[in-house]
């Protein structure tokens, strides 16, 4: 499995398709983690998207890591703007 | 210092007041960490503070740990609601 497919990036989606998205995704053979990466104001919705899996559906899922930064983004007047972004590794024990 | 003064809650307020929280704790003498909790839509801040603070402000600044979590909250009518919580430990290099 390459690098990119265990990416799943949270956007301004219902928290429900992302948790079904990382339910697929372990369910094929082979997957072992998952990365879920979001910018903004979708960090919490990323928070929510590991705690439902993790305690409602997978509850052999951990928190491997999580990585918090900036990304510099360019407004519509090409000027630099700091964002937010975190990145949470899920792995199954 | 006891545990409980390292601690900055994270909630509605603008941004900087947290940044600003922060840089005081680390001007007290012996201050050598701070833990910034937040709950819900605050978990965004949160981020937002420690990168800010981080990038701006004190560049000895270093994300120690980051621990997410559920909270069991009741209600309006009794009945128990799980909230995604983070914590972030600061520390100074």
Redesign the interface.
Same mark, same amino acid.
């Given at each position: 499995m390459s690098e990119e497919q265990n990416i799943v990036y949270i956007g301004k989606k219902p928290v429900m398709s992302y948790v079904l998205a990382v339910i697929t995704h372990f369910n094929t053979p082979g997957a072992k983690n998952v990365i879920l990466k979001a910018r #903004?104001?979708s *960090? /919490?919705t990323a928070?929510?998207v590991?705690? *439902?899996t993790r305690?409602r559906f997978m509850d052999k899922l951990q928190?491997d890591n *999580?990585v918090?930064? /900036?990304e510099e983004m360019k407004q519509e007047d090409g000027s630099p703007r #700091?964002v937010?972004f975190?990145e *949470?590794t899920l792995k199954l024990q």
């Open positions: #903004g104001m *960090i /919490t928070v929510d590991a705690e *439902i305690r928190v *999580i918090i930064g /900036t #700091g937010s975190m *949470i």
